[in-house]
């Protein structure tokens, strides 16, 4: 690998760290007597500060969670890595192809 491509993976590994420390929350709650669920983006939070019950809900909620939104963080964890990846890829050192001068023409 050269340089730019370890440059590539270093920041591409910071970024998926950030990713995981700051993960995407949700909310989700129950409402009225059809029990159904809802569900809203919190926004993205330090896992050792999650939400609180700041978030405003609907009044006859039931149920209110907050959870890390996992399906939208594995989305944006795949496609860090997709990008590290073609990143590495299209940064890769033309192969050297020495040239053949002991055989000269015939």
């Known amino acids: 690998m050269n340089g730019k491509q370890h440059l590539v993976r270093g920041v591409g590994i910071s970024v998926l760290v950030a990713l995981a420390l700051f993960p995407p929350w949700q909310l989700s709650y129950t409402v009225g007597p059809t029990g159904e669920t809802k ?63 002991a055989a000269g023409p015939e």
């Open 39 to 101: 569900s809203s983006s919190v926004g993205y939070l330090p896992l050792w500060n999650p939400p609180t019950s700041e978030v405003e809900v609907e009044e006859n909620a039931s149920d209110v969670r907050y959870r890390v939104d996992f399906l939208r963080l594995g989305l944006q964890l795949a496609a860090v890595l997709i990008l590290i990846n073609v990143g590495v890829y299209l940064l890769k050192s033309p192969p050297n192809h020495p040239q053949d001068t």
